[in-house]
T-cell receptor
Framework: DTGVSQNPRHKITKRGQNVTFRCDPISEHNRLYWYRQTLGQGPEFLTYFQNEAQLEKSRLLSDRFSAERPKGSFSTLEIQRTEQGDSAMYLC??????????????FGPGTRLTVL | AQSVSQHNHHVILSEAASLELGCNYSYGGTVNLFWYVQYPGQHLQLLLKYFSGDPLVKGIKGFEAEFIKSKFSFNLRKPSVQWSDTAEYFCAVNARGSGYSTLTFGKGTMLLVSP
């Protein structure tokens, strides 16, 4: 399968624990995006990378959220000190792109987080 | 900042009925417009997009959408739905102000087509 992959697909954790999600983009895609989707809502943009540079992170929901893409390939999204309100589906997408152009974003299956 | 409003959260149709899902956006500048679809158990995937030119765009599986700039609308249509069109549909906008980098989605419309 050459699409975007995300691991784990499901994560159940207790409030206060840290969690980390991984996203592997389509191999030739230099842009990678993270979104969050809660029940009854559309995906909400969190952050994105172009290669290893994080170009937009002001939409991260709080300082408990952080993302990395150290070698410009896979990315991780970490949530520290989880809260019940963090329960959601976390989606990753990737695309080609440079400068001011837009290219289609391809989405992964998501990681569903449940915070007890 | 841009926002997207989808008129219906749930739509139920019989097979062969015509479909129109409403989408309005708010943004004063240049935008790209999209409809994404999520079939049960599957990833979000692009149904169709509008960047410029002919405001009537055609997508996969017989779907089309019309961009009406004066109404800030991008409604999705299909003349005759099939049971396999049961899915959640999301309208999204991508604006020059964001460097065309981010998508802003509506809340989605769940379409159920009964056989």
């Amino acid at each position: 399968d050459t699409g975007v992959s995300q691991n784990p697909r499901h994560k159940i954790t207790k409030r206060g624990q840290n969690v980390t999600f991984r996203c592997d983009p389509i191999s030739e895609h230099n842009r990678l995006y993270w979104y969050r989707q809660t029940l009854g809502q559309g995906p909400e943009f969190l952050t994105y990378f172009q290669n290893e540079a994080q170009l937009e992170k002001s939409r991260l929901l709080s300082d408990r959220f952080s993302a990395e893409r150290p070698k410009g390939s896979f990315s991780t999204l970490e949530i520290q000190r989880t809260e019940q309100g963090d329960s959601a589906m976390y989606l990753c997408a990737s695309s080609l792109g440079a400068g001011g152009s837009y290219n289609e974003q391809f989405f992964g299956p998501g990681t569903r987080l449940t915070v007890l | 900042a841009q926002s997207v409003s989808q008129h219906n959260h749930h739509v139920i149709l019989s097979e062969a009925a015509s479909l129109e899902l409403g989408c309005n956006y708010s943004y004063g500048g240049t935008v790209n417009l999209f409809w994404y679809v999520q079939y049960p158990g599957q990833h979000l995937q692009l149904l169709l997009k509008y960047f410029s030119g002919d405001p009537l765009v055609k997508g996969i599986k017989g779907f089309e959408a019309e961009f009406i700039k004066s109404k800030f609308s991008f409604n999705l249509r299909k003349p005759s739905v099939q049971w396999s069109d049961t899915a959640e549909y999301f309208c999204a906008v991508n604006a020059r102000g964001s460097g065309y980098s981010t998508l802003t989605f509506g809340k989605g419309t769940m379409l159920l087509v009964s056989p």
